[in-house]
């Protein structure tokens, strides 16, 4: 069974403080990593796809990095308009509905 | 316009009642998805309906059902509903067919009393 499992399941941080998010998956045939984000009593936004190992991708303060068993969400010099609980998520390998099997989230605070 | 739909945003109802949900996207897409996110905000899939056939994750009991009138849309039906359907009902849209870049609706707050 696909299990994802995201750490730290909180994280504060002062404007400008750098930090990374992680995300841990055991998948028997990787379709797909992707990072959302998701702001309170709204639903989840897509930021990034990453398919193999060793891919990376940026936007604005984000960078999304990937190995064989692990993805970095790397945020910069965050701004308070980051905070937001961050989903990571893979695309399930067969059965079970096709469809994405989420990580518990980190919640992200961003202080002035 | 926006692009995922959910109608209620908010739903609270008594054990044992039927109720639906609705969903729209205007995206054009092939594929949509229903997900329930519980009260630890753990989101899991429940369906997927892509072309008239709908696949279902099979820990989701039968009193759940998705019915697609066309393909902008796919409604979801809860019948018998009990305490612990309670949670957010998040609808999803993906272009094609087993796509993890999915655009999702703004949930519907589902409280059963």
């Known amino acids: 069974e696909d299990q994802v499992t995201q750490s730290p399941e909180a994280l504060r941080l002062q404007e400008g403080e750098s930090s990374s998010l992680n995300c841990s998956y055991t998948?028997?045939?990787?379709?797909?990593l992707f990072w959302y984000r998701q702001d309170p009593g709204k639903g989840p936004e897509f930021l990034f796809t990453?398919?193999?190992a060793g891919e990376e991708k940026e936007k604005e303060r984000l960078k999304a990095t990937l190995t064989k068993k692990e993805s970095f969400l790397h945020i910069t010099a965050p701004k308070p308009e980051d905070s937001a609980t961050y989903l990571c998520?893979?695309?399930?390998?067969?059965?079970?509905?096709?469809?994405?099997?989420f990580g518990k989230g980190t919640h992200l605070i961003i202080q002035p | 316009d926006t692009a995922v739909s959910q109608t209620p945003k908010y739903l609270v109802t008594q054990m044992g009642n039927d109720k639906s949900i609705k969903c729209e996207q205007n995206l054009g897409h092939d594929t949509m998805y229903w997900y329930k996110q519980d009260s630890k905000k753990f989101l899991k899939i429940m369906f997927s309906?892509?072309?008239?056939?709908?696949?279902i994750n099979e820990t989701v009991p039968n009193r759940f059902s998705p019915k697609s009138p066309d393909k902008a849309h796919l409604n979801l039906h809860i019948n018998s509903l009990e305490l612990g359907d309670s949670a957010v009902y998040f609808c999803a849209s993906s272009q094609v067919y087993g796509q993890g870049e999915q655009f999702f609706g703004p949930g519907t707050r589902l409280t059963v009393l």
């Open positions: 309906y892509n072309n008239k056939e709908l696949i």
């Open positions: 990453l398919y193999s």
């Open positions: 998948v028997s045939g990787l379709r797909g």
């Open positions: 998520a893979v695309l399930n390998s067969g059965g079970g509905a096709d469809g994405l099997t």
